[in-house]
């Protein structure tokens, strides 16, 4: 099975850098997913991770280290408008590699 | 392009009765899924078609619940009858085949429809 683990709440100020740590335990592992989702909205994709190592997309960053089981999303240059939930999700192998498998997300809070 | 569409984006319905939920996906889009989020919890795989075929059908939690994709363009997710613990936000997906082993299967949602269960 899968589990994936992401804290609950953040909160950071306007301008500021703010990163959002996600763990996963798999029993396969494909590829790994950011996904941006405001109140009452879509969840939008922000990026996938494959290899190990940092994608770069304009003020996002996301991370991926497969050996440990770790990725994180990094926020730089933070704008009211990015509040909103992230959802961490993987992709199994085989079968499983059209299946999401989410976490609970993070909702980000941005204040002045 | 226009994106994914789920309707209707509320129903409100009492213990025992029937609701279909309906998603269009986008245009030329041959992988349909389904999700929920039940409140507190994380968003759940349902279902996922290929084409008019269903792939893989996994995650439908017991046989009140019946998706279908004649033609394999809209589809439409039925709850008969439906239970207090059916409460949730059902949300549509649509993708493009993927190709290559390191090619991101990338879902486009929609907005989701959330139905509550009295």
């Known amino acids: 099975g899968q589990n994936i683990d992401q804290p609950t709440e953040m909160t950071a100020t306007e301008g500021a850098i703010v990163q959002i740590n996600c763990t996963y335990q798999t029993s396969g592992f494909n590829g790994l997913f950011w996904y941006q989702q405001h109140a009452g909205e879509a969840p939008t994709f922000l990026s996938y991770n494959v290899l190990d190592g940092l994608e770069e997309k304009g003020r996002f960053s996301s991370f991926l280290s497969r050996s440990k089981g770790y990725s994180y999303l990094l926020l730089k240059e933070l704008q009211m408008k990015d509040s909103a939930s992230y959802l961490c999700a993987v992709t199994g192998s085989g079968a499983g590699s059209y299946q999401l498998t989410f976490g609970k997300g993070t909702k980000l809070s941005v204040i002045p | 392009e226009a994106g994914v569409t789920q309707f209707p984006s509320h129903s409100v319905i009492e213990k025992g009765q029937t609701v279909t939920l309906r998603c269009d996906p986008i245009s030329g889009h041959d992988n349909l899924y389904w999700y929920r989020r039940v409140m507190g919890k994380e968003i759940k795989f349902l279902l996922h078609?290929?084409?008019?075929?269903?792939?893989?059908e996994s995650g439908m939690p017991n046989n009140r619940f019946l998706a279908e994709r004649t033609g394999g363009t809209y589809s439409t997710l039925k709850v008969q009858p439906a239970e207090l613990e059916d409460s949730g936000v059902y949300f549509c997906?649509?993708?493009?085949?993927?190709?290559?082993?390191?090619?991101?299967?990338?879902?486009?949602f929609g907005a989701g429809s959330r139905l509550t269960v009295l």
């Open positions: 997906a649509s993708s493009l085949e993927v190709t290559g082993p390191s090619g991101a299967n990338v879902l486009t």
């Open positions: 078609f290929v084409k008019e075929s269903k792939q893989d």
